[in-house]
């Protein structure tokens, strides 16, 4: 077996440790201040950038880990320390993916360090797709780019909402429309310069968790941006939609699901972030279980409590085997022909919410309250069955998969 290990290397665990520094000594102590406050973090982004764990650089370093297990071990321990603070930190790299995937090599240089700022002034950047009416269905987006030839600029118009970010950020990635006739096929993403008229932030949400990240909609009215902010240039959009036309008139599925495939790579990582929720309730549960007594004994030598905590600990493993097999294969370029990313994201989110659930249930009124961490982390858990792909979508895009068709 050879070549075979599950085993993190030397430099990996180094970085493990380093995080989970950050996250037990920073993230845990002001987690429920700043969820009660409802209000982007700032001073802990601006701490996490000083450590080096906010920036390009961090990101990048785990992102292309050979391994593919760089990502996922990074944010099981950031969500570990604290699902909202974690988001606001992790948030803009859902920004930079957009722009690492989509746009040429000058797009990169220029937008993605602003993204960030630097330490002493640090910024957020957003990642805007979803709209009033297309959440899980893509491709009925609505928000138009319209080209101005004359002027070799861009016009947007439309709505976007639940936008982490959304409204704060000093670089926007915006996706739009540009041939609604080819569906999600016809969309295109743009950057949007810091201080653009037009884009303007709509209604703030209060949330059920992840409080401490911003979530707004984010609406754009006649917003002007010059020709360069289209990511991957015009010359690649124009071939793109003339292939896309092309391929409506033949049934090959398998180039169809070629962006499917792509887009799938990205879910391991919410159930990394799903997977460290669920490891920090587990672990207050357990030590709960071993220390509080009730009738003379502690509640753990009740089977009813060690057998949750055995069940517990069992799905939260397996939801990180179901991560790990799926960033692994991503790195390694094997296609997730049965949909694992999918699974991965499905399996660790509904883990990470029942886990949670059971550890309100073994610190029994006390993890009622929020005097005690758990409360908040089964609220924050909620948010991994819905964004990214909710749960029904996961189950969808995995049974089309399994039964060889297209995944739209
Ligand atoms: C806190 C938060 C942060 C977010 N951040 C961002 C962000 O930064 N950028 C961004 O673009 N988006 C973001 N989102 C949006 C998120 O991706 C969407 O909420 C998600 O895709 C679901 O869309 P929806 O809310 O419109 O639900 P809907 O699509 O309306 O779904 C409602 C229900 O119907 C079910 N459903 C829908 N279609 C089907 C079907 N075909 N079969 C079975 N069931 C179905 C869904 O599973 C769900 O249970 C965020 C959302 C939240 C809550």
Not at 34 to 60: H, M, N
Not at 61 to 86: I, N, S
Not at 119 to 135: I, L, M, N, R, T
Not at 370 to 388: K, S
Request: hydrophobic residues 45%; contains cysteine; proline residues 4%.
């Amino acid at each position: 077996m050879a070549g075979f290990t599950f085993e993190l290397n030397e430099d990996q665990k180094q970085i493990r440790d380093w995080l989970h520094g950050f996250a037990s000594e920073v993230m845990r102590p002001a987690a429920a201040e700043w969820d009660e406050r409802e209000e982007t973090p700032w001073p802990v982004i601006q701490e996490a950038a000083k450590a080096g764990i906010y920036s390009l650089d961090f990101y990048a370093q785990q992102y292309f880990d050979p391994t593919g297990l760089g990502l996922p071990m990074a944010m099981e321990e950031l969500f570990w320390g604290d699902a909202g603070l974690a988001l606001s930190i992790v948030g803009t790299g859902l920004a930079a993916v957009g722009v690492l995937t989509n746009g040429t090599e000058e797009q990169i240089g220029t937008w993605i360090p602003q993204m960030y700022g630097d330490a002493h002034d640090v910024k957020v950047a957003a990642f805007c797709s979803s709209e009033p009416d297309a959440g899980s269905d893509v491709a009925a987006m609505r928000t138009r780019a319209r080209y101005d030839e004359t002027k070799d600029e861009w016009v947007l118009n439309g709505t976007k909402t639940w936008v982490t970010n959304g409204g704060i950020a000093q670089v926007h990635v915006v996706v739009a429309v540009i041939d609604p006739e080819a569906g999600s096929k016809g969309h295109a993403s743009f950057v949007i310069p810091p201080g653009t008229p037009g884009l303007a932030q709509g209604q703030k949400f209060h949330k059920h968790g992840i409080r401490a990240s911003h979530t707004a909609e984010v609406v754009l009215d006649d917003v002007r941006i010059p020709g360069h902010c289209l990511l991957g240039g015009k010359e690649r959009l124009d071939e793109r939609l003339a292939r896309t036309r092309e391929l409506a008139t033949t049934p090959d599925s398998r180039v169809r699901n070629a962006a499917m495939a792509t887009f799938e790579a990205s879910r391991p990582v919410v159930g990394a972030m799903a997977v460290g929720t669920a490891r920090a309730a587990y672990e207050i549960a357990l030590d709960y279980a071993k220390i509080r007594q009730q009738f003379g004994r502690p509640i753990i030598d009740n089977q009813g409590i060690a057998f949750q905590l055995a069940d517990m600990r069992t799905g939260i493993d397996a939801a990180r085997l179901l991560v790990w097999r799926a960033s692994w294969m991503a790195a390694s370029g094997k296609p997730f022909t049965s949909a694992e990313g999918s699974m991965a994201k499905l399996y660790a989110s509904e883990a990470a919410q029942r886990v949670t659930a059971q550890a309100i249930q073994i610190l029994g009124g006390n993890g009622f309250t929020r005097e005690y961490p758990v409360e908040r982390m089964h609220r924050d858990a909620a948010i991994y069955t819905i964004f990214e792909g909710t749960s029904e979508i996961q189950r969808l895009v995995i049974a089309r998969a399994l039964a060889g068709v297209p995944i739209r």
